[in-house]
């Protein structure tokens, strides 16, 4: 029963990805009629991040009283809402209103579901359950790429809403399946443990680890929010090809995934995640040598590569640096510093992009990048030195 399960986990990642990266493909023409500047879309941003932070730091409670089942369909009908409320928005202000349950229903579903499958899976099924969220967010700027062409942002927004419901209602069907006790790793039963963010804090690596999913997300999310942007005003490409462009951020993080899941058979987390991060320096060279757009094209997908194998290893690390019992409580704090990362990060690089140029972006991704690899060097040097 739990390999029924998993495709339905597979479904609720790409419900999670779909809606992840229509603002910033949709931006360069929202912006002009909902009246706003080119660096507002980090405000968005910045609601739906801080809403899903909160939602984050309470999965723990949540998921303990409804179940990871319940969490994640609720979850995913409030993301359905909140795309239906964007699509009628015609002031900028009724954009950061919407937000609102768009975060709050992204945290707990993201939290739950990760920490279910690291402890019940092997490594290979988190990489290929963070490609199914790339599927989902390679299709929002393809899918908001053809509306820009037709029917305008708006019907961009109503599809995937559409999309949205209809996994809401396989979710719905498929409750059942959450409650059988089944644990395809076979590991032995134990009783989840609730600490205090200080208590936590305490722990050897947790400082660590937190920062390196804030610069992770900070960089993830700069990188595919931006990327439109940057192509069109930096590189001269027009709307449509631009918001197609971005979408290649995510397809290399979609297709890195898949091939992750068969590279973790032969190498450990921690050696998929100092892989994944010599390719996002690569992509960020290549973003930066000004060498035509084919050169862009390739550094663009190459980023994505990059950051295919580093959010789900160090997720699936998490029982093992961390023990079982915390699991949930690590998870939920774990996503809640990635969202900080996701909340703080696009809104400053507008800035810097209104305020001093948008040629900034490369140079932006790699300061998150060279702070993520002290991080992670450094959480896995402290638990080596642990386990010895």
Same mark, same amino acid.
């Given at each position: 029963?739990?390999?029924?399960?998993? =495709?339905?986990?597979?479904?609720?990642?790409?419900?999670?990805?779909?809606?992840?990266?229509?603002?910033?493909?949709?931006?360069?023409? $929202?912006?002009?009629?909902?009246?706003?500047?080119?660096?507002?879309?980090?405000?968005?941003?910045?609601?739906?991040?801080?809403?899903?932070?909160?939602?984050?730091?309470?999965?723990?409670?949540?998921?303990?009283?409804?179940?990871?089942?319940?969490?994640?369909?609720?979850?995913?009908?409030?993301?359905?809402?909140?795309?239906?409320?964007?699509?009628?928005?015609?002031?900028?202000?009724?954009?950061?209103?919407?937000?609102?349950?768009?975060?709050?229903?992204?945290?707990?579903?993201?939290?739950?579901?990760?920490?279910?499958?690291?402890?019940?899976?092997?490594?290979?099924?988190?990489?290929?359950?963070?490609?199914?969220?790339?599927?989902?967010?390679? %299709?929002?700027?393809?899918?908001?790429?053809?509306?820009?062409?037709?029917?305008?942002?708006?019907?961009?927004?109503?599809?995937?809403?559409?999309?949205?419901?209809? %996994?809401?209602?396989?979710? &719905?069907?498929?409750?059942?399946?959450?409650?059988?006790?089944?644990?395809? !790793?076979?590991?032995?039963?134990?009783?989840?443990?609730?600490?205090?963010?200080?208590?936590?804090?305490?722990?050897?690596?947790? =400082? +660590?680890?937190?920062?390196?999913?804030?610069?992770?997300?900070?960089?993830?999310?700069?990188?595919?929010?931006?990327?439109?942007?940057?192509?069109?005003?930096?590189?001269?490409?027009?709307?449509?090809?631009?918001?197609?462009?971005?979408?290649?951020?995510?397809?290399?993080?979609?297709?890195?995934?898949?091939?992750?899941?068969?590279?973790? !058979?032969?190498?450990?987390?921690?050696?998929?995640?100092?892989?994944?991060?010599?390719?996002?320096?690569?992509?960020?060279?290549?973003?930066?040598? =000004?060498?035509?757009?084919?050169?862009?094209?390739?550094?663009?997908? &190459?980023?994505?590569?990059?950051?295919?194998?580093?959010?789900?290893?160090?997720?699936?690390?998490? =029982?093992?640096?961390?023990?079982?019992?915390?699991? $949930?409580?690590?998870?939920? &704090?774990? !996503?809640?510093?990635?969202?900080?990362?996701?909340? %703080?990060?696009?809104?400053?690089?507008?800035?810097?992009?209104?305020?001093?140029?948008?040629?900034?972006?490369?140079?932006?991704?790699?300061?998150? &990048?060279?702070?993520?690899?002290?991080?992670?060097?450094?959480?896995?040097?402290?638990?080596?030195? +642990?386990?010895?």
């Amino acid at each position: 029963m739990a390999s029924l399960l998993l =495709p339905i986990i597979y479904l609720a990642f790409i419900s999670l990805g779909l809606p992840d990266a229509l603002l910033g493909a949709a931006w360069p023409t $929202m912006y002009p009629q909902l009246g706003a500047q080119v660096s507002w879309a980090g405000g968005v941003s910045m609601i739906i991040s801080a809403c899903t932070i909160l939602s984050a730091l309470a999965s723990d409670r949540l998921n303990e009283r409804l179940g990871t089942g319940r969490v994640t369909a609720i979850s995913v009908a409030a993301t359905a809402a909140a795309l239906f409320g964007f699509s009628f928005c015609h002031a900028f202000w009724q954009l950061c209103l919407w937000a609102i349950p768009y975060g709050l229903g992204a945290g707990s579903v993201d939290a739950a579901l990760n920490n279910y499958v690291a402890l019940h899976y092997k490594s290979r099924h988190m990489s290929w359950l963070h490609c199914m969220w790339g599927v989902g967010a390679s %299709l929002g700027p393809v899918i908001m790429g053809q509306a820009l062409a037709g029917s305008g942002w708006q019907g961009g927004y109503r599809i995937i809403g559409i999309l949205q419901v209809v %996994l809401t209602v396989v979710l &719905l069907f498929s409750l059942p399946l959450w409650k059988l006790p089944q644990d395809p !790793m076979g590991g032995e039963p134990f009783t989840p443990q609730h600490r205090s963010f200080p208590e936590l804090l305490k722990i050897t690596g947790v =400082p +660590e680890v937190l920062v390196c999913f804030l610069c992770y997300c900070a960089l993830e999310s700069t990188a595919g929010m931006w990327a439109s942007s940057y192509c069109t005003l930096v590189r001269g490409l027009d709307a449509q090809t631009a918001a197609s462009w971005a979408s290649l951020f995510y397809l290399g993080i979609t297709a890195g995934r898949f091939v992750s899941g068969f590279l973790t !058979m032969k190498m450990s987390d921690r050696n998929m995640i100092r892989l994944g991060q010599v390719l996002i320096a690569l992509g960020i060279l290549l973003v930066l040598l =000004p060498a035509g757009n084919n050169v862009l094209f390739v550094g663009l997908i &190459l980023i994505g590569l990059g950051c295919a194998p580093v959010y789900p290893c160090i997720i699936h690390e998490t =029982p093992v640096n961390f023990g079982r019992e915390l699991s $949930m409580s690590m998870t939920g &704090l774990q !996503m809640a510093f990635a969202y900080v990362g996701s909340c %703080l990060a696009p809104p400053l690089f507008g800035l810097l992009a209104q305020n001093v140029t948008p040629r900034l972006y490369p140079w932006y991704l790699a300061v998150g &990048l060279v702070v993520m690899v002290i991080m992670s060097e450094s959480l896995h040097a402290k638990k080596a030195a +642990e386990h010895r």
